[in-house]
């Protein structure tokens, strides 16, 4: 069936779940809460489409020293684009693509020492020239290696990861991972695909921010072949940062610079391998 949301949801410590709905209608700001007190129970949308113009937030922080919940989301904003997204974790599943009128935060709860965003298929998120941003050690990860596409359209926004020590596809490697519309990629960590699947950053500007960076289309070196890829503008948080850039795309990937590189602050540059770089 479908549903209407229309006031917040608090509970105890008890879950949240949606998952014999198959549209959810925003008809206010909503928030879910699962953790009035003690452990935080766990919130399920992940076969929901929500729409309608208004801002979703969700916590399943424990309360304290409390277990953190996890949240399973369905495609966002596929009709009528929401507003705001705020998800406070100890992990995400994103069974769909997320479009989105404003700022849109996965934030890794108090009490964890890190929270996965995991891809469980090809999934797009898009805002309208606003900030993304994954919190420190928030990781992004695909289900199954080389095989979930990850694409964000952020306009003249910003799409942040820094500052993250667990990266980008570093347990499973994501498949085609593009980052596009003009804006900043704040990038800190590793950043790994998967052969056949290509990097694609030509239409942003990466900022190395929190740390150096590393790009790796091999799987770690398990896929020596690679893949291509392609870099626009590549610069650094602050010169005293001495930030560095390794970039691998194996025996058979291209690298492709087209924008200026250290044009602000970046230290090194090192292509580790490639078939050609131009």
């Known amino acids: 069936g479908t549903g209407q949301l229309g006031a917040a949801i608090s509970t105890d410590t008890g879950d949240i779940d949606f998952q014999n709905t198959s549209a959810i209608t925003l008809a206010a700001d909503i928030t879910l809460d699962t953790a009035d007190t003690g452990n935080a129970g766990s919130v399920n949308l992940g076969s929901s489409t929500i729409n309608g113009g208004q801002s979703l937030t969700v916590d399943v922080a424990g309360v304290g020293a409390n277990v953190d919940g996890t949240v399973s989301l369905g495609t966002i904003g596929n009709s009528s684009a929401i507003e705001a997204l705020n998800i406070t974790s100890a992990g995400v599943t994103l069974n769909g693509s997320v479009t989105g009128n404003a700022d849109i935060d996965f934030i890794t709860a108090d009490g964890a020492a890190a929270s996965t965003v995991t891809a469980a298929s090809d999934i797009t998120i898009t805002t309208s020239n606003d900030t993304i941003t994954f919190g ?143």
Request: hydrophobic fraction near 30%; charged fraction near 10%.
């Open 136 to 278: 420190t050690n928030t990781s992004i990860q695909g289900t199954t290696a080389g095989q979930d596409d990850i694409t964000f359209n952020i306009g003249s926004g910003t799409l942040s990861v820094d500052g993250n020590t667990n990266g980008i596809g570093t347990t499973t490697p994501v498949g085609t991972f593009i980052v596009t519309g003009g804006g900043t990629f704040q990038f800190g960590g590793s950043l790994v695909s998967q052969a056949l699947n290509t990097v694609d950053l030509s239409n942003v500007t990466t900022v190395l921010d929190g740390s150096n960076g590393d790009i790796d289309t091999t799987a770690g070196g398990n896929l020596p072949g690679g893949s291509d890829i392609f870099l626009g503008p590549v610069n650094a948080d602050a010169a005293a940062n001495n930030r560095n850039l390794s970039i691998t795309a194996g025996t058979g990937g291209t690298v492709s610079f087209t924008g200026t590189v250290g044009d602000n602050n970046l230290d090194d540059v090192t292509v580790v391998s490639a078939r050609e770089v131009r």
